[in-house]
């Protein structure tokens, strides 16, 4: 079992940066692929970016690609989410979870992910 702990949200103005961060406790956290996700008021909670175990390979919904970078240190049981010309429409509850169902390469599906934390709020000012 894996838990995870969000935090690195807060107010920010349009064209401003952000780091994410979520830190894992429990085994086997260096074997999970990682993501993160959000979920804006009045949505459902969608797929934002993912890394593979090892740290090689990146994914991202494509609002947030050239903006966005997902990391991890294994040696520290962190997952990062680098965010930068954040926009008004980033606004949303951040959270992050291992992806514990590999199954295949689409690492969008949240059904994929579990032991999700609390989530972190970000808010982006006009």
């Known amino acids: 079992q894996v838990q995870v702990v969000e935090s690195g949200g807060g107010l920010v103005q349009t064209g401003g940066s952000l780091e994410l961060r979520c830190v894992a406790s429990?085994?086997?956290?260096?074997?999970?692929?990682m993501g993160w996700f959000r979920q804006a008021p009045g949505k459902e909670r969608e797929f934002v970016a993912a890394?593979?175990?090892?740290?090689?390979?990146?994914y991202y919904r494509d609002s947030v690609k050239d903006r966005f970078t997902i990391s991890r240190d294994n040696a520290k049981n962190l997952v990062s989410l680098q965010m930068s010309g954040l926009k008004p429409e980033d606004t949303a509850v951040y959270y992050c979870?291992?992806?514990?169902?590999?199954?295949?390469?689409?690492?969008?599906?949240?059904?994929?992910?579990?032991?999700w934390g609390q989530g972190t709020q970000v808010t982006v000012s006009s």
């Open positions: 429990g085994r086997a956290f260096e074997y999970y692929a």
């Open positions: 979870a291992p992806r514990t169902i590999d199954i295949d390469s689409d690492y969008s599906r949240q059904g994929q992910y579990s032991y």
């Open positions: 890394i593979d175990w090892t740290g090689t390979n990146t």
